[in-house]
């Protein structure tokens, strides 16, 4: 059994996709912990009705007198990584992380460690996507799964999925149009990672499948 620690900053939709669709397809895995850099954050009620262990790492807790910005982050990295090692995950899925990762952390993390981001890579990393791609007059918009390397919204695609920009669509409805996606593409992703279906050559990822990697 692969065990997979899901980290969470908020709502947690896709974090709640990966959990049921791991439970109703049986996969070879379990869902060791839930795990948010914010107490508040909805998805750890779900995770804890579901009986599933969750931790809170609060990163507004690292800001110590005399640190400066970057001290924090790694301290809080630091910590963070010491409460998942806790859960000996062979899978880290960042599901709407709202955090930049510190070199150290995605190092200790290389190649088991994934995220979705919600714009087609490598166009729009970043924040505020979907209206960067209304503003730009895009067509398509969309979501891609990715290994977390160093470099923020980087790293091997896994997945991607495409949505239509339609007449009078704003950031909400395009947002609410692809996460639609993103909930069968994510779980799809995680399954073919615990399974051994994917398989990094190059900095490139190879389906041993060959199943479609795209979704629409
Ligand atoms: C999702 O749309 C995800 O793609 C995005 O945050 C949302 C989280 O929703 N992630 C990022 O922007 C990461 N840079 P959720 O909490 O309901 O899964």
């Given at each position: 059994m692969k065990r997979i620690v899901i980290l969470i900053s908020g709502r947690g939709s896709n974090m709640e996709a990966i959990?049921?669709?791991?439970?109703?397809?049986?996969?070879?895995?379990?869902?060791?912990a839930v795990i948010s850099n914010?107490?508040?954050?909805?998805?750890?009620?779900?995770?804890?009705a579901h009986g599933i262990a969750t931790a809170v790492v609060d990163h507004k807790a690292f800001r110590?007198?005399?640190?400066?910005?970057?001290?924090?982050?790694?301290?809080?990295d630091a910590e963070l990584q010491r409460v998942i090692d806790g859960f000996a995950p062979d899978l880290v899925v960042l599901a709407g992380f709202m955090r930049i990762l510190t070199p150290a952390f995605t190092a200790h993390y290389a190649e088991r460690m994934l995220n979705i981001?919600?714009?087609l890579l490598p166009a729009f990393t970043g924040l505020h996507t979907h209206a960067r791609a209304l503003e730009m007059g895009c067509k398509f918009v969309g979501a891609t799964v990715h290994f977390v390397t160093a470099e923020l919204d980087h790293g091997a695609i896994v997945a991607q999925a495409v949505a239509p920009v339609l007449p009078g669509d704003d950031e909400d409805?395009?947002?609410a149009r692809v996460l639609k996606l993103e909930h069968r593409m994510y779980?799809?992703?995680?399954?073919?990672?615990?399974?051994?279906q994917l398989r990094l050559v190059d900095g490139r990822v190879e389906q041993l499948s060959g199943a479609s990697q795209s979704f629409s």
């Open positions: 959990v049921r669709a791991c439970a109703a397809e049986g996969w070879p895995a379990q869902i060791a914010k107490p508040d954050a909805a998805g750890l009620n779900f995770a804890a110590q007198p005399g640190m400066d910005a970057q001290q924090a982050r790694e301290a809080f981001h919600p714009s409805t395009l947002s779980p799809q992703a995680v399954r073919w990672f615990v399974e051994g």
